[in-house]
Every structure is written in C-alpha cells, then in structure tokens.
Nanobody, 126 residues
Framework: QVQLVESGGGLVQAGDSLRLTCTASGGDVSKFAMGWFRQNPGKEREFVASISYSGGGTYYADDVKGRFTISRDNAKSTVYLQMNSLKPEDSAVYYC???????????????????WGQGTQVIVSS
C-alpha cells in the first residue's frame, strides 16, 4: 500500500555534498523504521543507513560513518540522507525501504526492508 519515491541524486565531484529525500504516500510510515541502501549493476544491494520509527536511533555502515546522516520528519512522511565528502565509490543507485515485520532494522540486511522505491542515481567523479 505504501509507495516510496526517492529523489535528490545527481552528478557531482568528489568532496561535494548531496541530500537525498524519500517521500512516502498511501500509508502511515511513522511506526516503521526506514533504511537507505545502494546498488550497482551485478552487485548486491548494500546497506547504507537506517533510522528507528521515532528518529531516536540510527545505524550506519562503517564506510559512511562521519560523512552521511540519516534523519526523518514523520509529520511530512519524509526520510533524508545527507551525504557529505562524497567519494567515487559512493556512486550507485540509492533506494529507501520500509522495515518489514519480524526483522531488525539495525542489522543492515536488505531483507529487513521492503516497499522499495524506484531509486535515485548518484554519480561521483574523481
């Protein structure tokens, strides 16, 4: 029922910043943890960051800690990913997902999330 739409990707140079936005419609996501993942062709979907339903807890992949920040505004049904100090290896299609019942939002598995959006492309040049 819930539809997620990612936006904010683009073409940037190494060291630049981007803010990705995930907007939900068609359902209430205020009681669900949310996660950001990224994926390149032929590769597994990789965990980036997740946030608890209240926004009080966050979890990050080691290679983005200190550079990326996940946040949410439940009044706007929106989740953000602020990406600073971007590196070429950050290039990927970025997806957001909603926590699935019976899974732990902080374990970093794509199986813990669903209702994926269409993704937004991020390309970082060296």
């Amino acid at each position: 029922q819930v539809q997620l739409v990612e936006s904010g990707g683009g073409l940037v140079q190494a060291g630049d910043s981007l803010r990705l936005t995930c907007t939900a419609s068609g359902g209430d996501v205020s009681k669900f943890a949310m996660g950001w993942f990224r994926q390149n062709p032929g590769k597994e979907r990789e965990f980036v960051a997740s946030i608890s339903y209240s926004g009080g807890g966050t979890y990050y992949a080691d290679d983005v800690k200190g550079r990326f920040t996940i946040s949410r505004d439940n009044a706007k049904s929106t989740v953000y990913l602020q990406m600073n100090s971007l590196k070429p290896e950050d290039s990927a299609v970025y997806y957001c997902g909603k926590d699935r019942p019976g899974y732990s939002w902080y374990e970093g598995s794509p199986m813990a999330f669903g209702s994926w959006g269409q993704g937004t492309q991020v390309i970082v040049s060296s």
